[in-house]
């Protein structure tokens, strides 16, 4: 299987002429959905989840199919059979690849604001992605995408979230409102300045892939 990283905290999976794309947001190139064979998307914030942009591809494309909660699903009425949703503890074929569902809701922004759905994708028993959540799936990890940075985190809680899943590697995602001084600090947190983790840390710059 290929990882490659897209803006922000989308990335594409692929293996042969299969390619799953998990939350292309807006700030995401609406070309990553091109020749694309199915679409996680983890929740509606906008960072992940552009209506528009997901009605066009599946206007252009009638057989691309697309897998989320109830509450994306809910903003893509017309496109019938195509919008599967899912919820924790399901597991489905997507695009060939096994797909097993983990977690409910959004990570807690601050008290006053409410809480809002939230699903986390491993895909072929190997990559995870837990969306805007530091969930912790009931089952092993290869290669966790972790969310760096965002305004419901913390270093400390993304530290001991990587400890808690003990993935092989983990690969930076939701780094999309960091400079380069900032990717520097989280990186070093993560890797050789911090407290130390059992998982090797990396980053992929938006374009750049990897084998896994």
């Not at 009638?62 to 019938?80: F, I, K, Y």
């Not at 895909?123 to 760096?148: R, W």
């Not at 900032?182 to 300045?193: D, N, P, S």
Request: aromatic share 6%; hydrophobic share 40%.
């Amino acid at each position: 299987m290929e990882l490659t990283k897209h803006g922000h905290a989308c990335v594409v999976l692929s293996e042969g002429d299969r390619r799953v794309v998990i939350d292309p947001g807006a700030f995401t190139d609406p070309a990553v959905l091109d020749g694309a064979s199915a679409v996680l998307v983890t929740h509606e914030h906008f960072d992940h989840f552009s209506p528009d942009v997901i009605r066009s591809a599946m206007d252009a494309d009638p057989g691309l199919e697309l897998w989320t909660n109830r509450s994306v699903a809910g903003q893509l009425e017309g496109l019938g059979s195509r919008v599967h949703v899912v919820g924790d503890g399901d597991a489905v074929t997507v695009a060939g690849f096994d797909v097993t569902v983990h977690g409910e809701l959004h990570a807690v922004i601050h008290p006053d604001i409410p809480r809002i759905l939230n699903v986390g994708f491993l895909v072929g028993g190997q990559v995870f992605h837990p969306g805007d959540a530091l969930t912790v799936p009931g089952e092993p990890v290869s290669t966790l995408l972790l969310p760096v940075h965002a305004p419901w985190s913390k270093v400390s809680e993304v530290i001991d979230y990587v400890r808690a899943v003990d993935a092989d590697q983990a690969f930076a995602v939701h780094d999309g409102l960091l400079n380069d001084t900032g990717l520097g600090v989280i990186g070093g947190m993560l890797g050789e300045r911090g407290p130390g983790t059992p998982t090797p840390y990396s980053r992929l710059a938006p374009g750049d892939s990897v084998d896994l």
